[in-house]
Structure formats: structure tokens, C-alpha cells
């Protein structure tokens, strides 16, 4: 995909981490946890009957981002895939409608996981577009990526669990 314009609507990011995909699917769908990879994401919470990561189970996610952190926002969103091992993916709402769909697909490369993290917006406001421009949202996001990688082959490649097969 092209790189660094900020009108873009979707893009990905890799890295390979030295642990097996479980482990690192264990990790990535613990939305809860999300906050600890992502430096926009403050939490995750699980909405109604949902407690875990199952195709369809909603949550709302609280967020901070934007110039100096200032700006603050939460958003429902529903688990579209859970395939342990395999792909993980979520859909964001905004106003009623899918918004931003996120995937991590996992696939084992020489004794570890290749991640690629993707992002792709369905619709977002006017508004939030025309914000957008000024603070160049999708170099934003291709950051947040990166930063959220980083955090997962940390976490992922410091705390390996006694029998797992790396």
C-alpha cells in the first residue's frame, strides 16, 4: 500500500515475533490488555453478556490521542474474526455505522509469528475528516502501528509461557 499520505484509508504494519502465533493471538485479542500495546488506546471494557473474544462480542474502547493527548474519545466496536493462532480482527461504530475495521493476521515463519497489523475506514463523520488533514491522521496511525508491534514482540518475547513451543 502507498505510504504517507494523509488521505489515505487504509495501511499495514509487520514485525516478527519469536513466539508461537497462540501465544501471540493470546495477546493481541485480550482487548482488555489493548491499552498496554497501543499508545492511543487507555482501555478496553466488554459490553452486555460479552467477556472474551469471540466473533460478534461487543466493547467499548476509551482513547486519548491527537495534539499533545488532549483530545479524548470512546467507541463501541464488535470482534468481526477470532481464529486463535490465525487472525484476529474488529470493527470500531461511529454515529450507528462501522467505522475503522482492525486486523492482526498471524502466520508462523521460522520459529516465531509474523504480525501484520492493518487498518481500513468504512466511514468516519466530515468532520473528523476535515480533522484529519491538519494533524495528518495516517502517519498518526502507521506510528500507532509500529508503537503497538513494538509492544507486542516485547511482551510477547519477554514472559514465554513453560511449554510453549516458540
Same mark, same amino acid.
Given at each position: 500500500?502507498?505510504?504517507?499520505?494523509?488521505?489515505?484509508?487504509?495501511?499495514? =504494519?509487520?514485525?516478527?515475533?519469536?513466539?508461537? !502465533?497462540?501465544?501471540?493471538?493470546?495477546?493481541?485479542?485480550?482487548?482488555?490488555?489493548? @491499552?498496554?500495546?497501543?499508545?492511543?488506546?487507555?482501555?478496553?471494557? %466488554?459490553?452486555?453478556?460479552?467477556?472474551? !473474544?469471540?466473533e460478534g462480542a461487543?466493547?467499548? +474502547?476509551?482513547? =486519548?490521542?491527537?495534539?499533545? @493527548?488532549?483530545?479524548?474519545?470512546?467507541?463501541?466496536?464488535?470482534?468481526?474474526?477470532?481464529?486463535? @493462532?490465525?487472525?484476529?480482527?474488529?470493527?470500531?461504530?461511529? +454515529? @450507528? =455505522?462501522?467505522?475503522?475495521? %482492525?486486523?492482526?493476521?498471524?502466520?508462523?515463519?521460522?520459529?516465531?509469528? =509474523?504480525?501484520?497489523?492493518?487498518?481500513?475506514?468504512? %466511514?468516519? !463523520?466530515?468532520?473528523?475528516?476535515?480533522?484529519?488533514?491538519?494533524?495528518?491522521?495516517?502517519?498518526?496511525?502507521?506510528?500507532?502501528? +509500529?508503537?503497538?508491534?513494538?509492544?507486542?514482540?516485547?511482551?510477547?518475547?519477554?514472559?514465554?509461557?513453560? +511449554?510453549?513451543?516458540?
Open positions: 500500500m502507498a505510504k504517507g499520505r494523509w488521505w489515505l484509508t487504509e495501511d499495514s =504494519r509487520d514485525v516478527t515475533i519469536q513466539a508461537a !502465533p497462540e501465544r501471540v493471538y493470546a495477546l493481541v485479542a485480550d482487548l482488555p490488555r489493548m @491499552g498496554e500495546w497501543s499508545p492511543e488506546c487507555r482501555r478496553v471494557e %466488554w459490553l452486555g453478556d460479552s467477556s472474551r !473474544p469471540v461487543r466493547f467499548i +474502547g476509551h482513547n =486519548r490521542g491527537g495534539p499533545k @493527548g488532549l483530545m479524548k474519545w470512546s467507541r463501541q466496536g464488535r470482534v468481526l474474526v477470532a481464529r486463535p @493462532g490465525s487472525e484476529f480482527s474488529f470493527v470500531t461504530e461511529e +454515529g @450507528g =455505522r462501522e467505522s475503522t475495521e %482492525w486486523r492482526y493476521r498471524l502466520e508462523p515463519v521460522g520459529g516465531g509469528t =509474523r504480525v501484520t497489523e492493518s487498518y481500513k475506514v468504512h %466511514w468516519i !463523520p466530515a468532520w473528523a475528516r476535515i480533522l484529519d488533514v491538519p494533524t495528518n491522521r495516517h502517519e498518526e496511525l502507521r506510528q500507532a502501528m +509500529g508503537h503497538t508491534l513494538a509492544q507486542l514482540k516485547r511482551a510477547a518475547e519477554s514472559a514465554v509461557p513453560e +511449554g510453549d513451543p516458540r
